[in-house]
């Protein structure tokens, strides 16, 4: 994917505007910067929309973390997966985007398949504007459930991610699929 010279730009003129913490940034730290960045007009119009698949820009985050803009085609998601000993945020910039997360703290290693009671699920409506941030571990999916709009968001997550735990869900029967490190993603 190719960045526009403004994206740089824009994402240079959004770090130089974060100061960076003197310590770890913490989850609040995070959602103060996905929220102030999410506001940014001129970046969040800079951002390559594809009608297929999701697109996305790296960003410079608070402390050292690290940071995404994120274009969501309409019908498109995650799936299930976890950050792993990241804490992290996220701010929905344009359209909506929809949360379904687990209420469930799962093992770090040693499992492939877990039975989930009936009460761990979780379901938000994130419109533009509204985000949440979150601790280690948390496993959740994330939706752009419009037939027709495109959303786009913002993410920041601390450390920068060591990996990315994908998972598949049948009823309450929740699979270790696929664990991705970073140079599968960056």
């Known amino acids: 994917m190719s960045v526009s010279p403004a994206a740089v730009a824009a994402s240079q003129q959004v770090s130089a505007a974060v100061s ?3 310590s770890t ?3 609040a730290d995070l959602l103060d910067f996905v929220r102030r960045t999410a506001a940014d007009a001129d970046l969040i119009a800079s951002l390559a929309l594809d009608p297929e698949g999701r697109t996305w820009v790296r960003l410079e985050g608070p402390g050292g973390s690290e940071a995404w803009l994120i274009g969501w ?3 498109t998601g995650t799936g299930w997966h976890d950050h792993a000993d990241s804490v992290g945020a996220f701010v929905t910039a344009a359209g909506e985007l929809k949360e379904n997360s687990l209420a469930v703290r799962l093992p770090a290693d040693g499992w ?3 039975e989930l009671t009936d009460d761990v699920d979780r379901e938000r409506r994130l419109p533009a504007g509204k985000g949440r941030s979150f601790g280690r571990h948390h496993v959740h999916e994330v939706l752009n459930e419009s037939a027709d709009q495109h959303a786009i968001s913002v ?3 601390y450390p ?3 990996q990315i735990r994908r998972f598949s869900r049948s009823g309450p029967i929740l699979r270790l699929e696929q664990v991705e490190r970073p140079e599968d993603w960056q």
């Open 20 to 22: 960076a913490p003197v």
């Open 25 to 27: 940034p913490t989850q």
């Open 73 to 75: 085609p309409p019908g």
């Open 112 to 114: 492939k398949t877990l």
């Open 155 to 157: 993410h920041a997550y």
């Open 160 to 162: 920068p991610l060591p």
